[in-house]
């Protein structure tokens, strides 16, 4: 088991340096951080402009800022210097992270919980009214535009909040201001924060849902359709023992490694629910780097969600060996 | 040689879901109820059957699916709605003069904007847009993602190694992060036209794609029909042709339909969010974007650009649906 785990870890340090180079190219492509400085008018002076392309490394070869960015990277964590000189890049990120992971956590563990209890059900009751409705809307929520959802619960719970019951719903931010809280105890940030996370969580769920729930259904109808399921009704287990304890682990085990190939998807579907919702996370900063032609913010934020993604199916992967004794044994 | 013949002898009393007539059997329907006609005949009779081309029995097998059929037909409309209709269509999505803010009446079938801009004209273009950027993607990501995953899977070795690491590195950052910087990145050289959009979305959707090639080449190879056929004396080129292109075609032609969904969604994600298609032309992103603050006062700002993406792309879904049932029954094992 160490040594399958020990496997696992090495092969994804080469995925990592890789992605370095990537992040790095993709910066690099977007373009001169500071071409809004040379357009100013009247003219910023010359010397300026050289002192900022001294800070921003930008009168070295290439090679050399790779390098020079990697080596504060892997020493001193240091992301670069951003385009505005007062911001730390690695300050401005680990504050906005927290926010995104909240949101993409949440919506990971609801939707994989919603989908394995419809997926389950669905399946063993196949072809019930119950299994057509899940169907039709799982392929209704894959077919749905996020954007247009969430833009949809936003409205809603604002409407909601205008005729019906006031402040039900939280639409804007990803929690509320200090001055508007009532104290500062624990369970009211604690509450304020889980409130304001509602409609985005369902926003962005949606999607993981429906794919994984078809997933879950097409996955446990085959294994129900194996064999040893048949062995095991035949030898006159009851249906629920041989659905708990020989047909479910077997289907949901590769939901893991599916659940791991999504998440960069989430990451961005997260970007896309946090502007509808204007949460200050990752998502802004994102939006930022690109309007700004923050290089180094950009290279920073692409390699933070590399490496969440990387992490992710690192552990799918962990977990699929502990779930399934033949992976860790081959 | 001739198609495998069906010798299915409808037994399927034991199995759970009722199905074992898998297979690609062409005299019988898999899963007509047993007292048809084509079932009691005498089993010596099924060989002597006329062979139906693989063709006729897709053609056959997607009609059956009754939901991809209308949704192939919904797709129809959209298409000539998209392309035809600004043809036809009295206003057009760039003019500013109509009334601002009307309901949809019988001038204005989607109602105007604040602008005076006649929705459904915008609706028409923004449909063509994104009907254009989705094929291109699609087609885009399914000719390189299979040149990749073919080369990939038939080299093997470090070629295999290094082409595959490369695919797992591009998915390893959100695909709209990526594409929104490159497309950020384009901004400033050209305009951007649907094209890059489109080019843009397909390479960073190329390697799903080549994953999916990949594995299937290397499946194939190890197939015992297609050792079988070797065995039988069959040369190299028979069995591409015969053997690995009809089955490895199926799987490709239903993944790139789906790509087209999916193509639809992050080309209007990535407008919606402000790096797709930009202001002076239209997409159904922008205009959702556009009428995202306007759920109430002005419904039909929002729903309309919205129900044209969710309707595409659920119908594009549905025929993906059908065509898999049509090309590879195998892989739709627990449907009827």
């Known amino acids: 088991m160490f040594v399958f785990i020990l496997r696992r870890v090495l092969i994804s340090i080469p995925v990592l340096i890789g992605s370095t180079i990537l992040v790095f190219i993709i910066g690099k492509l977007l373009g001169d951080p500071l071409q809004d400085l040379r357009l100013r008018n009247p003219p910023v002076p010359a010397a300026t402009i050289r002192a900022e392309e001294h800070r921003l490394w930008l009168d070295r070869p290439l090679p050399e800022q790779y390098l020079l960015w990697l080596k504060g990277l892997v020493l001193h964590g240091n992301f670069g210097p951003s385009v505005n000189p007062t911001d730390s890049i690695g300050g401005e990120l680990g504050s906005h992270m927290w926010v995104t992971m909240r949101l993409v956590l949440a919506a990971v563990f609801i939707a994989l919980v919603l989908a394995v209890v419809t997926g389950v059900l669905s399946a063993v009751r196949q072809y019930s009214p119950f299994d057509y409705t899940t169907t039709f809307f799982g392929f209704l929520f894959f077919s749905m535009p996020i954007f247009w959802f969430a833009a949809l619960l936003k409205a809603g719970g604002i409407w909601y909040n205008q005729h019906v019951n006031p402040a039900t719903f939280f639409t804007i931010g990803d929690r509320s201001v200090d001055a508007q809280l009532p104290n500062h105890a624990w369970w009211t940030t604690t509450s304020d924060i889980i409130g304001h996370l509602v409609l985005p969580t369902i926003a962005l769920g949606l999607a993981g849902y429906a794919s994984w729930t078809r997933f879950t259904r097409a996955s446990l109808l085959e294994v129900l359709d194996s064999d040893y399921v048949r062995l095991a009704r035949a030898k006159g287990l009851s249906s629920r023992r041989v659905l708990v304890k020989h047909a479910l682990r077997n289907a949901l085990i590769p939901l893991t490694t599916v659940t791991a190939l999504d998440i960069a998807a989430l990451f961005g579907g997260a970007i896309i629910t946090e502007s509808v919702f204007q949460w200050r996370g990752m998502g802004a900063l994102f939006q930022q780097s690109l309007i700004q032609y923050d290089v180094y913010l950009l290279m920073a934020w692409l390699l933070v969600t590399a490496t969440i993604v990387i992490v992710f199916n690192l552990v799918a992967d962990l977990l699929y060996g502990v779930l399934d004794p033949r992976i860790r044994h081959a | ?336």
């Open chain 2, 1 to 336: 040689m001739p198609e495998p013949t069906a010798t299915t002898t409808a037994t399927s009393g034991t199995t759970t879901s009722g199905t074992t007539t898998t297979g690609t059997g062409p005299a019988l329907a898999p899963g007509s109820p047993p007292p048809s006609g084509q079932l009691t005949r005498p089993v010596e009779r099924e060989f002597t059957i006329k062979e139906r081309s693989q063709l006729r029995q897709a053609t056959r097998r997607f009609l059956r699916h009754r939901a991809a059929v209308v949704s192939l037909g919904v797709l129809i409309a959209m298409a000539l709605f998209a392309f035809v209709g600004p043809l036809v269509w009295t206003h057009d999505y760039r003019f500013l003069n109509g009334p601002s803010n009307a309901k949809p009446n019988i001038h204005y079938p989607m109602g105007t904007d604040n602008l005076g801009h006649d929705v459904m004209a915008q609706v028409m273009r923004g449909t063509q847009q994104s009907i254009k950027v989705a094929l291109l993607i699609a087609v885009l990501a399914t000719v390189a993602g299979s040149i990749w995953g073919v080369v990939a899977g038939f080299l093997r070795g470090w070629v295999d190694s290094g082409l595959m690491r490369l695919a797992d590195l591009i998915l390893t950052i959100p695909g709209l992060a990526l594409a929104a910087a490159i497309a950020r990145s384009q901004a400033r050289h050209a305009s951007s036209g649907w094209w890059i959009i489109g080019i843009i979305l397909g390479s960073l959707s190329a390697p799903y794609v080549a994953r999916v090639v990949r594995g299937m080449v290397l499946s194939l190879r190890e197939r015992e029909y297609i050792e079988a056929s070797r065995a039988l004396g069959a040369t190299n080129g028979r069995i591409m042709s015969r053997h690995l292109i009809p089955n490895a075609f199926a799987v490709v032609i239903v993944n790139a339909t789906l790509l087209v969904a999916a193509g639809i969604l992050g080309e209007t994600a990535l407008s919606f969010f402000g790096f797709g298609i930009q202001a002076p032309d239209t997409s159904l992103g922008l205009l959702v974007s556009a009428g995202q603050g306007a759920v109430f006062t002005r419904p039909w700002l929002f729903y309309f650009p919205g129900l044209f993406i969710i309707v595409f792309a659920l119908s594009v879904n549905f025929v993906g649906d059908g065509l898999r049932d049509a090309l590879d029954p195998q892989q739709t094992r627990q449907r009827r």
